[in-house]
C-alpha cells in the first residue's frame, strides 16, 4: 500500500557528503513511520533513522551523530543527510515504511512491510 523509490546514492571519497532521499506514494493519508536501514555486504541490515507523519522519531545512530534525517511530511519525502563519509559507511541504503508510530519501534527490519529497491553509497579513501 506504500510505494518507496530512493535516489542520491553514488560513490563519494572519505569526508564527502551525500543526500539521501526517499518518496512515498500510494495510501500516505494516515499516519505512517519512515526509516533508513542499511545493509554492508555479509552484514545484517541494520535500522539508521525513522520518523513517523506525527514528527516523533527513532535513531539507532550507525553514523554516531554524522547523519540527521528530516521528513517532509505533507509531500511524502524522507531525507537522511550524511556527512563526514568514511569507507564503513558503505552498503546499500533502504528505505521502509510502515502503518505505526515511530516512537517505541526498535527499528527492526521484520517490523516494516513496505520496501524501496535500495540506492547503493560506496565511500573510498
Known amino acids: 500500500q506504500i510505494n518507496l523509490v530512493e535516489s542520491g546514492g553514488g560513490s563519494v571519497q572519505a569526508g564527502g557528503s551525500l543526500r539521501l532521499s526517499c518518496a512515498a506514494s500510494?495510501?500516505?493519508?494516515?499516519?505512517?513511520?519512515m526509516a533508513w536501514f542499511r545493509q554492508a555486504p555479509g552484514q545484517e541490515r541494520e535500522g539508521v533513522a525513522g520518523f513517523d507523519s506525527d514528527g516523533a522519531t527513532a535513531h539507532l545512530d550507525p553514523g554516531k551523530g554524522r547523519f540527521t534525517i528530516s521528513r517532509d511530511i505533507p509531500n511524502n519525502f524522507l531525507y537522511l543527510q550524511m556527512d563526514d563519509l568514511k569507507p564503513e559507511d558503505t552498503a546499500r541504503y533502504y528505505c521502509?515504511?510502515?502503518?505505526?508510530?515511530?516512537?517505541?519501534?526498535?527499528?527492526?527490519?521484520?517490523?516494516?512491510?513496505?520496501w524501496g529497491r535500495g540506492t547503493q553509497v560506496t565511500v573510498f579513501s
Open positions: 500510494g495510501n500516505t493519508a494516515v499516519n505512517y513511520c
Open positions: 521502509a515504511a510502515d502503518y505505526r508510530y515511530c516512537l517505541g519501534t526498535l527499528l527492526l527490519s521484520g517490523d516494516f512491510g513496505y
